[in-house]
C-alpha cells in the first residue's frame, strides 16, 4: 500500500497557473513582546508563503527561542502557549513556500529563519530570494568541514558568516554576503541588532517602518500596516541597515553600486494590492495596467469580468477606460485550502471547480472579456474558459495583464521548468487557438512598464526592472542552473 | 486555571457583524459514491455553517453508515479513508453553524443528520431552520418515555416519527411535520428514498437538481453547480417530494395552503452571489439594491468601495447607477480564519485588522461611500471607519444594502438578542452618529423589494417575503420565545 | 487504496488467548469533585477494558455534564481542561473492552455511561454484563418508537426506564431491570442518588466503599484502594442500593431470590490480584489454584516458570508446593501497547515477540514448567512453547490455572465463538498433541473449587458459581444466542 | 495564563527513585528493510529511553532519509507510512531518556542519529554515553566555525569527523573519537558501512549479532533477540568494528589500550533481565544478588516481597537462600504512563499510589522483607514503607540490591546532583531512621563484586568495574563538570 500523503492542489486547482514567491520575512526591535508583532507581520504575508513559518526571539534572561511550524501562521503563532516560548524584544520571522522539486519532503529543518552560534555570540537570519551560486558555495562549505543541515540554499550564509575572520556579526554578514551571488532581501538578528539587507539590484523588496520606540522591516508594507507601524522608506538596493533599539538606524553600503532592478511581477502578481512598492501603489499600478490594456487590446464586448482575486484590479482598470460594465461573472468559495490528505477520485477531478463556479444568470448570453493577471502553463486559464462557455456566454477574450512568461525565475520565485511554460513555445495565435478563445491578448512590455511609471517604457538598453520572466534577460548569471544545463537566450 | 478554549473571533472581526444563517443541506439520490457528491455540495454550501458537518449514506450491504465531524468539509469529508466508510448510492448532509449560546459545549451529537431506526427500517433527516414549538414537544415527547440525545430542536421531528402510526416513514414524516411549527427545509432519506420537505411558507430554500440517472436537493443551486447537476426547480412551500432512482420525484401537498413567505435576507446576504432563488439571480438583486440604494440616498463622492465580500455586488451596482469610480478600498486577508486556540492578547485585540486592511493609497484624501450588505451590532462598522479614516479619507458616507434590523430572527439564522441590534434601540440619524460618518443611509423596505422584483414594492397587507427582521411582522408565532419572555411588536 | 486502519494486536499477541472482561464500572457521591475520584477509580480498573471509558458528572449549577473518549483512562480523563468540564459532587463511570464483532466499528455513542432525560429528571447508567435478551427487548421498544443511538444491549435499560410508568427514578430502574435477564452490575445516578444493582445470580461484582463522609461503587476492591476508601461489603446479588449523600445507603431486594453464581472465572483471570471478591483474596486463590494443581498433576522438572503476568500468583504457588525453584524465563517487555495503525509486514508477524522474550540463560538445558492461566485458542500457547524450546529447554509441561474452557461466555465477557475453543473440539490429549509439548494439564474443575474454598469441591447438583465457560451450564438462557442459532449442551 | 505542558510522572512515581539510562542504540547491515529491524531493536531498548526516537536509513537509489519522533518506538515507526520513508538494507537508530534539565525544552533536532554530509558522501552516528569535555570540544569547534544544531554532547562527533583530514569516514571517525573523553558506545553509518565502537574503558555496553546474511550491533544481547538475530559476541572495549555486506566485521584498536571498567549499575539495574552482559545473564547476576544480601543481612520474616518489577529476581535470591516464602505484596498497574499533559491536582497528589497497590490480604500481619534494587532520592521507598505499613504488616525490613548510591554518574546516566542522594548524606543508619522501617541494608561493594562472578570481591587497587556511583572512584575525570564546581572525592 503506497503511504498516504497530502495531495497537492496547485496540480490542478486556479492558482497553480501561477508563479509562486517563495518567501516573506519580518522583523522588529524594540517593542514588548516582539514575536508576536513578527507574528502578525507574517500574516500578513501569508500570500507569499503558506507551507511554513519560523520565529525566532531573544530575550536577555532566556536567550535565543525559536518556533518553526507546518501550516499557516494563523493556526500556530497565534497560541499564548506557543508565543510564551518567544519572549523579549527582538524577533524575527519567515514565511515559506514550498518548491515543486522538494513537496512532501520539506523537513522542519528547511523552515527558516536559520540560527547560528558564533564565539561572538549567536545570529539568525531570515532570506527571501535565491542565490544562484549556492551548489557552488555549499560544496566549497562542505570540503572546510561545516555541516549544513537543511537543504535550502539560505544556509550557506549563516556557514559563511560562521567562518568569517571579521569579529562582529555585522561585518561577518558583509563578508558573507559579498561570496553570494543571486537576489536576496534578508533579515537577520542579533543579541542586540535587528538587521535588514537588500542585494545590489534590489530584486526583492524590503521595508522600513517604525512602531513606538521601535523598529520593523518587512517585506511588503501591508506588514507594517497590520501592527500598526508607520511606513518609514524602502531599505535601498545594496544597503544594509543596522538597528538597535538605543541607536535607531545605521546605514551601510557593503557592496559594490548596480543600477537597481527590481522585480517587475511583485507589481503583475506576488505583492498584495493593498502594499506600496518602489514609491507606486500596487493596486493603482494594476489598475493601470488594466487602463493599458484596454487601450492597447479593445474589444467590443458586454462585460469585464476578473478571474478572482488577483485579477480584480486590472479588470477594474479595463472596465473604466473601456466603458463596458464591470461585473463577478466568476465567484471564489472562499472554504477552499490549498493540499488535501489522501483525497477521493471525485477531488482529485474536481480541479478548479472546487474553487470557482460561474454566475451563470450574469454570463448567460454575454460577450465577456476575462482579465487575468498571468498565464503560465495555461491549463487553469482552459478550464475557466470552459466554465464561462457551459454558462452561456456568447464570447470568450481573454485579456491579461502581463506580458507572455516564457523564462522561468532563479531570483526566489517558483516557476515551471521552461518547457512547461506556454509562451516558451507558443505564439500569442498559437496560445489563443490552444485556449480556443475568441480573443487572446497580452500587454506588452512596455506597456507593462507605462503602467509602473515609465512613461517612455522600458529602457532595452538598460531596463529599469527585472522582467527576466517575460524577456530572458538574466540581470544575474544563474550559475547553478547554467551547470544543470539551463540555456540562456543568447545561447539558444 | 481556567481551560484553554478556543477564542471565537467573531467575538471581533468583520464577520460578526452578520446575521449567520444555521444550516445547509444536500442529499443525493441514483449516483454511485453518492457521499462523495453530498461532500462536493456541503463544500459549496459551506458559507451556510462552518462549525461542523455530517454525511449519513446506506448501501444494501452495508446498511447505514454516517460520519460527523467538526470544522470544514473540505478538511474531513474530502479523504479516501472516511469517504469509503460512506459507501452507497444514496445520502445525505448537513453543515451547521453553531448558535451563539452553546458555543464550546456543542457535541459531536448535536450535528446532523439525525438517524432513527423505526420498525420498517431506518431514517435520517437534515434539517434547515428552526422549530418555533420545540420545548413543547420536547417536554411532551419526554413525558411520552422518548430520550433525546442533542440539544438540538431538530430531533424532535424524529422522534415524532419513530412514534406516529403511520406505516410507511415518508407518512409518518408528514404526521411528524404537521405537528411543527416554525421554519423548515428538511432532506431525508430511507433506505431507497430521498425526500425533501418545505414548510407551508417556504422561508428556506430548497432546490431539485438532475444529475446523470440520479437527483439532488439542495439548499442552493450553487451546490448543484459544483457537481454538475442540472437545475431542475425549486421544491415549492409546502411541497414533499418523495425521490427513488426507479420512479424518480412524486410530489405531494401534506399542509394546509398559505401564501409564501420566503426569507428575504437569503437575498440580501446569506445565499451565494452566484445561486438562483426565487428564480432571480441572487447576484443581480444584490447589484440591483445598490442601484437602488444610488436612487435612493445619492451622495456626492470619489469612490465607491465594498465592504468585503458581500458588500460587493451592491457596491457595483451603486458605482454603476450613481458613475461614482468603483475601487477596492478594503482588502482582505484570504488566510484568516475563525477560531483560535487560547490566543494572545495581542491577537485578542486586532480584531477587523487581521482580516482587513485600507488600501491607502486609494482612499488618501477622497470621499469614500461604503457600501455594506447590513448593520447588526454596529461594532464593525465603526472600526472599518476608523480604518478609513486614519488612512486619510476626506469624508465617509455608509450605504447599508439592507433596511435597519431591528428584530431577532426565529426561523433558523443566529441573531442576537433584541437589545443588542443597534437598530432596534437607535433612529437612522442616532446611528449615524453613534457611528460618527458623514452620512449613513439604509435602504428602504420598498425599495428592497423593488430590488427583488416586486415593482410596486412591498404589500404591507399581505408582505410577500418574509421581513421579520426589519418589520417585526413574523409570520409563523415564535412560541418557545413567547414562554420565554419574548415580547411581540403588537405587545410593546 | 484500502483505508488505513489500525492493526488489532490481539490477533497474535500474547493477551489474544485470553477470555476478555467486557467492562468496569465506578461511581461515588458526597465527595468534591467527583468525577476525579471516578477517574482514578477506573484507571484501577482498567483491566476490565481498554477500548473507550466515559464519565457523567452532576452538580447543581451545571446539571449533568459528560465526556466520553477512546483510549485509556490516563491518556484522557486526567488532564484539568477535561476534568474542569466535570464539576459536581457525584459521578459514575465506565470503561469498555470493544467485542469482536464491533471492533474497529465502535463509535463514540456506544461508550457508557447512557444518560436519559425523564420527565422527572435525568439519569445516566454504567453497566457490567450482558442483557440475554437484548435483541427482543429492542425490538419491542423500536416497536413502540424508542431510537436507539447505540449498538450496545445495555441501552435498553435505560429505554425501559423512560418508558416506566413509574414517578421516581429507582422505581423505574428496578421496573426496567426486572425486564432484563441476564448479568448485570449496574451502577446508576440521578441528580441526588448514586445506586447500585447487581442481578439475582450476582455474576458480576459490585462493591462498596466508604471514603470521607461520601460513598463509592466499584467492579473490584483495587479500585476503592487507589481512592483510599474503605472496603464496606459486597452488594449482595439481587440486592439495590440507593446511596445519598444525606442519607447515606439503603438497601432493597427488587428481584426473586435465587442462589448466587457468581463468575468463578473472575478468580482465575479477570480480576485484579490484589482485589477481595467474595470474601476472598484474588492473589491467595491463585496461589492456592497452583497448589492443587501441583497435587493433581506433579511434573519432575527444574524450574517453574509463570507465563507473564497472569500465570505468576499460579506459578509462585505451585513451586511452593512442589519444592521446584520459581525463575522468570520469560519477560515482558512494558512498552508494548494493544493497537497499531496500519502495521508494517515485519510487525504483523512479530506477533507475542514483540511483548515477550524468553530468558535463554536461565531456560537453557532445564526441564521447564510453564504455568498460565488458561488455554483459549492455543495460538499463544504454541508460539511459547516454540520459543521456550528454541531457547534450548529440554522438556516443557504446561499447567493451566483454569479448567479446559470449552464454551462460549454470553454474560459479558468476550469470546471467540465455539468452534474457536481449543477444548471444544479437542481432548486433554489431543490439545497436548496439538501444542506439541511433554505434558499438558488443566486443574480439575473440582480442584478449582477448592482452590475458591469448597472443600467438598463443585456441588453438581447446584454448582455454587457460575462455570458456564468449564461446564456449558448457563445458569440464564441465552435466549438471543439460541435464537441465533447456538446450541446449548442438551441439544447436542 | 501558563502555558499547559506535561506534568513529569517521574517527580512523583515509583521509577522516580531510580538512575535512568539515557540511550539504546541499534544499527543493522546488509538485511532488506533494515529499518524495520532497527525499529523493533528500539523496541527492544525502550527500557534505556524513552522520550524519542530516530531511524536514519540508506538506499542507494534514494539516499539517506531519516525520521525522529518523540515518544515511544511502538507509536511511531510501526506504521508502513513512516517506515516507507527509510528504505535500504543499511540503518541505524536511537532511543533518548531526557535528562532532567532540559525537559520540556527538547527539540526534535536534539533527537539521534546525527547526520553529517562530508564531501566524500554522508554519514550518521548513534551515542549512547556521555562526552565528560563536551563543553570545551563545542568551544573549539565553534571558534573554527561549526554551526552547532542541538544541545546535545554527541553532536561534537560529527563536527570532529567533518573537520578531520582522514580521507575516509571510519578514519575520520577514529580521528574524531581521539579527541573524545568520556564513555561512549558509537553506531555509525556511512552509505555502505556499519560502524561500531566502545570507548578503551568499555564503559558502556555494546554487542554484534548475525541476522541472515547481514549483521546487527545493539546495545544490549535482548535487541538482537527480537529481531531473531544470532548473539556473536561483544564489541569489545576499545573496539572498532566496520561492517559491510560483502566483508562482513573488520575489527580495528584505534585507542591506547586500557583495562576495562563496564558500568557495574548496568547489571543492577539498567539491562534487561533476558540480555546476556559481560559473558553474564543479567537475571542471573540479580539472582545471586539476592543471594549475596540474603547471607550478608538475613533477618527473621514471613515474606520475601519485591518492589516491582525491578526488585523481582533479587527477591526470587533472596527467598530462595534464606527459605522464606515469596510473593507479590506489591501489584503494579500495567496501564500506568510515564507523563501527563496539565494533570488535575487529585492526580498530581496520588504518586505512587496511581502505579502501585498493596495486595492488602497477603501482607496482613506478616514481617515483610521488601526486596529493591536501590535507594536514589528515598522518597519512593518512605511512600512504599507507609502503604505496606497501612495494609496491616507486622514489620518492614528492605533489603537493597545494590549499595547506596552516594555519586553521580557522569558517564550516560541521569543522576540528581550530589546532595539529592540520600545516601550522599546519611549513613546506613540514618536512613533506616529516615525511613522509618525495622530495617534497611544494602549489599556491600564486595557482595555486589562477588554476585558478578568475582569470586574475591572488588579489587580496590584497580577495580574491575565502574563503580563511581557507589565508590566516587570516576575512572575517567568529568572536567566538564569540575569546571561547573563539581568537587571530587579527593577534594572534599
Known amino acids: ?4 500523503h497530502p495531495f497537492d492542489f496547485d496540480a490542478l486547482d486556479a492558482d497553480d497557473d501561477k508563479l509562486k514567491e517563495e518567501c516573506g520575512i519580518f522583523g522588529v526591535v524594540g517593542v514588548a513582546d516582539a514575536a508576536n508583532f513578527v507574528a502578525l507581520g507574517l500574516h500578513a504575508l501569508q500570500h507569499r508563503g503558506q507551507e511554513a513559518g519560523g520565529i525566532v526571539s531573544y530575550d536577555p534572561g532566556q536567550g535565543f527561542n525559536s518556533a518553526r511550524r507546518f501550516g499557516y501562521v494563523r493556526d500556530n503563532f497565534t497560541s499564548q502557549s506557543l508565543m510564551q516560548t518567544l519572549p523579549g524584544e527582538l524577533a524575527i520571522g519567515h514565511v515559506r513556500y514550498s518548491t515543486a522539486g522538494s513537496k512532501g519532503q ?6 527558516q529563519p536559520f540560527f547560528g552560534e558564533f564565539s561572538m555570540g549567536g545570529a539568525a537570519i531570515a532570506h527571501n530570494g535565491n542565490i544562484t551560486n549556492a551548489n557552488a558555495l555549499r560544496r566549497e562549505l562542505i570540503e572546510r568541514g561545516s555541516i549544513f543541515q537543511s537543504s535550502s540554499d539560505s544556509e550557506c550564509i549563516i556557514h559563511l558568516m560562521a567562518r568569517s575572520l571579521q569579529r ?4 561577518r554578514m558583509e563578508d558573507a554576503l559579498r561570496r553570494v551571488e543571486g537576489a536576496f532581501s534578508v533579515i537577520a538578528m542579533t543579541r542586540t541588532k535587528l538587521i535588514g539587507v537588500r542585494d545590489p539590484l534590489g530584486v526583492r523588496p524590503l521595508c522600513l517602518g517604525k512602531i513606538g520606540d521601535g523598529w520593523a522591516l518587512a517585506s511588503e508594507t501591508c506588514a507594517l500596516d497590520i501592527i500598526g507601524a508607520e511606513f518609514v522608506r524602502e531599505i535601498e538596493p545594496g544597503e544594509m541597515v543596522v538597528i538597535t533599539a538605543e541607536k535607531g538606524v545605521e546605514s551601510q553600503r557593503p557592496f559594490r553600486p548596480q543600477r537597481p532592478r527590481f522585480c ?4 503583475v502578481y506576488f505583492s498584495r494590492p493593498d502594499s506600496i512598492i518602489g514609491g507606486r501603489s500596487v493596486y493603482e499600478t494594476r489598475r493601470q495596467i488594466g487602463v493599458e490594456l484596454a487601450r492597447e487590446a479593445p474589444v467590443d464586448a ?15 482598470g479595463f472596465a473604466h477606460e473601456s466603458g463596458i460594465p464591470y461585473g463577478m461573472g466568476i465567484v471564489r468559495n472562499q472554504y ?8 477521493t477520485e471525485q477531488i482529485r477531478n474536481m480541479g478548479v471547480r472546487l474553487k470557482l463556479n460561474v454566475n451563470r444568470a450574469l454570463i448567460e448570453g454575454k460577450r465577456v472579456i476575462l482579465v487575468d493577471d498571468s498565464v503560465v502553463r495555461g491549463t487553469t486559464s482552459r478550464k475557466i474558459k470552459e466554465m464561462i462557455l457551459d454558462a452561456g456566454a456568447a464570447e470568450v477574450h481573454f485579456r491579461i495583464a502581463s506580458p507572455p512568461t516564457a523564462w522561468p525565475c532563479f531570483y526566489g520565485v517558483d516557476t515551471p521548468q521552461r518547457e512547461k511554460l506556454l509562451a516558451a513555445t507558443m505564439s500569442e495565435e498559437e496560445m489563443r487557438e490552444h485556449l480556443a478563445v475568441d480573443s487572446l491578448r497580452f500587454i506588452s512590455l512596455d506597456g507593462l512598464y507605462r503602467a509602473v511609471g515609465e512613461a517612455k517604457g522600458r529602457d532595452a538598453s538598460c531596463p529599469q526592472y527585472c522582467d527576466a520572466c517575460f524577456s530572458g534577460e538574466y540581470p544575474v548569471e544563474p550559475s547553478d542552473q547554467i551547470e544543470q544545463g539551463f540555456r540562456l537566450k543568447a545561447a539558444e
Chains 1, 2, 3, 4 share one sequence.
Open 106 to 111: 520539506t523537513q522542519i529543518r528547511d523552515v
Open 302 to 316: 458586454d462585460l469585464v469580468c476578473p478571474v478572482p482575486d488577483s485579477g480584480t484590479p486590472a479588470a477594474i
Open 168 to 171: 562582529d556579526i555585522p561585518a
Open 264 to 267: 517587475i511581477f511583485e507589481h
Open 1 to 4: 500500500m503506497p503511504p498516504a
Open 336 to 343: 477552499m485550502g490549498r493540499t488535501f490528505i489522501e483525497p
